[in-house]
T-cell receptor
Framework: DTEVTQTPKHLVMGMTNKKSLKCEQH?????MYWYKQKAKKPPELMFV???????INESVPSRFSPECPNSSLLNLHLHALQPEDSALYLC????????????FGPGTRLTVT | GQQLNQSPQSMFIQEGEDVSMNCTSS?????WLWYKQEPGEGPVLLIA?????ELTSNGRLTAQFGITRKDSFLNISASIPSDVGIYFC???????????FGKGTRLHILP
């Protein structure tokens, strides 16, 4: 089983809202990732967690706040977003290390109004 | 930053034709990954390559890790309508390095 699940599938939020994206995997992977993807572009890395610790932050604005409660779960807390933050947010996981074979979830389509 | 040059950017082919796309870099990579992404979905891993010269198949898909370690190729034989999507190559230099994506090849199949 190489499944990564993400909820919600779609999210519309105003610029003053607070919301969270959730990601879950049960493959025993100890590295988890958040990516942002704009239309017709490749995914852009945002954060990497390795053994539940934040190991990479690609200079992401503080209005995005990641959290890794345990080895199977990854959250992305959103606050005071801008319309340009509208995108497909992808979660991925892999075995130890920052890359190896990364398996992606279906993504959350976020629209900021 | 490091970039991967993926070509072609898009392809329009007839059903049944074979497809070939490639990815090149100015740097050496230790891992090459090929993903397919359909609209509204996340990328799906198709093939992973770990050794220079390695040739790996997954059904009608075949990918190769270039001998120079600076390139990789993906071939699709006898294309079918469900092959439509965007194909991304991704490379990784070392085990602790993040993966770098190419810009994608958009495959269209003409009826």
């Amino acid at each position: 089983d190489t499944e990564v699940t993400q909820t919600p599938k779609h999210l519309v939020m105003g610029m003053t809202n607070k919301k969270s994206l959730k990601c879950e995997q049960h493959m025993g992977h100890r590295a988890m990732y958040w990516y942002k993807q704009k239309a017709k572009k490749p995914p852009e890395l945002m954060f990497v967690y390795s053994y539940e610790k934040l190991s990479i932050n690609e200079s992401v604005p503080s209005r995005f706040s990641p959290e890794c409660p345990n080895s199977s779960l990854l959250n992305l807390h959103l606050h005071a977003l801008q319309p340009e933050d509208s995108a497909l947010y992808l979660c991925a996981s892999s075995h130890t290390g920052t890359a190896y074979e990364q398996y992606f979830g279906p993504g959350t389509r976020l629209t900021v109004t | 930053g490091q970039q991967l040059n993926q070509s072609p950017q898009s392809m329009f082919i007839q059903e049944g034709e074979d497809v070939s796309m490639n990815c090149t870099s100015s740097s050496i990579f230790n891992t090459w990954l090929w993903y397919k992404q359909e609209p509204g979905e996340g990328p799906v891993l198709l093939i992973a390559l770990y050794k220079a010269g390695e040739l790996t198949s997954n059904g009608r898909l075949t990918a190769q890790f270039g001998i120079t370690r600076k390139d990789s190729f993906l071939n699709i034989s006898a294309s079918i309508p469900s092959d439509v999507g965007i194909y991304f190559c991704a490379g990784q230099k070392g085990w602790d390095d993040k993966i770098i994506f190419g810009k994608g090849t958009r495959l269209h199949i003409l009826p």
